[in-house]
């Protein structure tokens, strides 16, 4: 599966805000900005635009917006923090390429920890080997 985030050039200085009749306004995101502040930007600037596609079985797609991206991401947060998640602790990911795999992402960092990927197609390591762990 796919997750395409949208718009695309995320990782580009201007980004097109999509705000009522001021569609032809430009935000400007400086280069120095961290991922979690561009995830804030996009929520407070364009909460109701699509930021993933998941798609699912039978050719559907499931799309979360940039309001809905940030709020199961502070929920997961939520959670990991009542596991007993500190700051500073590493979390592991071992998933697919999925809209859930990002929530989680973002989902450690808003808990103040380190994730961990640990890419399924990579071929570096064993990953289920615990001398990698």
């Known amino acids: ?24 306004m430009v935000a400007i995101v400086p280069d120095d ?3 979690l502040q561009r995830l804030y930007h996009w929520e407070t600037h364009s909460p109701d635009q699509v930021a993933l596609t998941q798609p699912i079985c039978g050719g559907a797609v499931v799309d979360y917006t940039w309001r809905e991206l940030l709020d199961q991401s ?9 596991l007993g998640l ?3 602790d590493r979390v592991a990911i071992h998933s697919k390429n999925t809209a859930h795999w990002l929530m989680s992402d973002f989902a450690i960092w808003l808990a103040g920890g380190v994730s961990v990927p640990l890419y399924r197609r990579w071929h570096g390591h064993d990953s289920t080997d615990p001398r990698t762990q």
Not at 9 to 24: A, E, M, N, P
Not at 74 to 82: D, F, P, V, Y
């Open 33 to 35: 900005v961290l991922a």
């Open 74 to 82: 502070r929920r997961i947060a939520a959670h990991l923090q009542r």
């Open 86 to 88: 500190h700051p500073g």
């Open 1 to 24: 599966m796919l997750v395409r985030a949208r718009p695309a050039s995320i990782v580009d200085q201007q980004f097109r805000v999509l705000q009522g009749d001021h569609s032809d």
